[in-house]
């Protein structure tokens, strides 16, 4: 997909985290197809539904079991349902009504559904909910507050077009096979509830003073629960201990899109050494920092060279390396490029020389 990469990133973080995501954009931004990619290649059970004023309780956690109510016992078939779910996207969620949202209220912050006689103990890992806007309505703050991370997603920018018309030309995709990387999340998880943040603390509390100061809203839960993903960014960056490199995760938790922006600025300097080799696209994006910005290119660099490799010699996948090649030249002085992207570029000046 042309420009969802943070999106997919982002789920997997707070997969890992074992938070959940709200993501905020316009009809046909490809929110609902990026997340049912992620899912497929993480695996287990896939719950979607589209919410809307008149959704009953019984659509997303199962209906009333009859053979039991016969017995004069209220309980709940949920098999295939959302309570069951390891991971659940929830689209316009929040349309939902009242006994739907306070259903899923405790769902989302306990892992427990509570209905009827039925106590049941959830599998989800992770939540994402997807909305056109952020809700005007003050009864919904709570709701929306345990969605940790969110992020906003735009049209593809005017410079990618042509990418995404070629990509729209393309034949469907044969749907893929189920991945089936579920039990590396709980092993990452695992981890992640076992890393030191004892050595990011302190940065972290200045971090979140200084977006308090400068305006930017977050509850006591907010600030707390950000150590999760603080800590998952170290695990998938391969490391025990969390430190100043995971501390990009932090725009995440402001709730909009402005405030975002406004946590990047405040934050520069404590980010400016972030990066993540796992989440290359969602580091760059949020931090801005130079560090994320080398892996981007280098990944990318990589990507493209083994495309080149693996095709007849031809002008457009010139044409894209040279585009590589200018980013890299625009972005870093020749002195000031880091050893992997120096070899990286390299390279790509020796595939696009003439033969």
Same mark, same amino acid.
């Given at each position: 997909?042309?420009?969802?990469?943070?999106? *997919?990133?982002?789920?997997?973080?707070?997969?890992?985290?074992?938070?959940?995501?709200?993501?905020?954009?316009?009809?046909?931004?490809?929110?609902?197809?990026?997340?049912?990619?992620?899912?497929?290649?993480?695996?287990?059970?896939?719950?979607?539904?589209?919410?809307?004023?008149?959704?009953?309780?019984?659509?997303?956690?199962?209906?009333?079991?009859?053979?039991?109510l016969r017995e004069g016992r209220v309980e709940f078939e949920t098999a295939?349902?959302?309570?069951?779910?390891?991971?659940?996207?929830?689209?316009?969620?929040?349309?939902?009504?009242? *006994?739907v949202l306070n259903t899923l209220l405790g769902l989302l912050n306990e892992r427990v559904f509570r209905r009827g006689r039925t106590v049941l103990a959830s599998p989800l890992r992770v939540c994402v909910g997807a909305a056109n806007h952020l809700p005007d309505d003050p009864a919904l703050a709570a709701f929306a507050d345990r969605f940790l991370a969110r992020v906003f997603v735009e049209p593809v920018a005017d410079a990618r077009l042509e990418e995404l018309l070629e990509a729209g030309r393309r034949p469907a995709a044969a749907a893929a096979r189920p991945g089936d990387l579920l039990g590396a999340v709980d092993r990452l998880a695992a981890a992640a509830r076992e890393c030191d943040l004892d050595e990011v603390t302190p940065l972290l509390g200045s971090a979140l003073r200084r977006l308090r100061g400068a305006g930017v809203p977050l509850s006591d839960r907010r600030a707390v629960r950000s150590q999760k993903l603080v800590a998952a960014a170290a695990v998938l960056d391969g490391r025990t201990t969390a430190s100043a490199r995971d501390l990009w995760v932090l725009p995440l938790i402001a709730p909009t899109a402005d405030t975002q922006a406004l946590a990047r600025d405040t934050l520069a300097d404590l980010i400016e050494k972030a990066a993540n080799r796992s989440l290359v696209h969602a580091a760059e994006e949020l931090s801005r920092s130079t560090a994320a910005r080398a892996e981007l290119l280098a990944r990318t660099g990589t990507a493209l060279l083994a495309e080149h490799r693996g095709l007849p010699a031809g002008r457009d996948s010139r044409l894209r390396l040279e585009a590589a090649l200018r980013e890299i030249d625009a972005g870093f002085d020749p002195a000031d490029l880091p050893s992997a992207l120096a070899g990286i570029r390299a390279e790509l000046v020796a595939a696009v020389a003439p033969s």
């Amino acid at each position: 997909m042309i420009d969802r990469e943070t999106v *997919a990133e982002v789920v997997t973080l707070c997969a890992v985290a074992g938070e959940h995501l709200l993501v905020v954009g316009a009809p046909g931004t490809a929110k609902s197809e990026a997340v049912r990619r992620v899912a497929g290649q993480l695996g287990g059970r896939y719950f979607e539904y589209l919410l809307g004023r008149f959704t009953e309780p019984n659509e997303l956690f199962g209906p009333v079991d009859l053979r039991l109510l016969r017995e004069g016992r209220v309980e709940f078939e949920t098999a295939g349902m959302l309570p069951e779910a390891d991971i659940a996207f929830l689209d316009e969620v929040f349309l939902g009504s009242t *006994a739907v949202l306070n259903t899923l209220l405790g769902l989302l912050n306990e892992r427990v559904f509570r209905r009827g006689r039925t106590v049941l103990a959830s599998p989800l890992r992770v939540c994402v909910g997807a909305a056109n806007h952020l809700p005007d309505d003050p009864a919904l703050a709570a709701f929306a507050d345990r969605f940790l991370a969110r992020v906003f997603v735009e049209p593809v920018a005017d410079a990618r077009l042509e990418e995404l018309l070629e990509a729209g030309r393309r034949p469907a995709a044969a749907a893929a096979r189920p991945g089936d990387l579920l039990g590396a999340v709980d092993r990452l998880a695992a981890a992640a509830r076992e890393c030191d943040l004892d050595e990011v603390t302190p940065l972290l509390g200045s971090a979140l003073r200084r977006l308090r100061g400068a305006g930017v809203p977050l509850s006591d839960r907010r600030a707390v629960r950000s150590q999760k993903l603080v800590a998952a960014a170290a695990v998938l960056d391969g490391r025990t201990t969390a430190s100043a490199r995971d501390l990009w995760v932090l725009p995440l938790i402001a709730p909009t899109a402005d405030t975002q922006a406004l946590a990047r600025d405040t934050l520069a300097d404590l980010i400016e050494k972030a990066a993540n080799r796992s989440l290359v696209h969602a580091a760059e994006e949020l931090s801005r920092s130079t560090a994320a910005r080398a892996e981007l290119l280098a990944r990318t660099g990589t990507a493209l060279l083994a495309e080149h490799r693996g095709l007849p010699a031809g002008r457009d996948s010139r044409l894209r390396l040279e585009a590589a090649l200018r980013e890299i030249d625009a972005g870093f002085d020749p002195a000031d490029l880091p050893s992997a992207l120096a070899g990286i570029r390299a390279e790509l000046v020796a595939a696009v020389a003439p033969s």
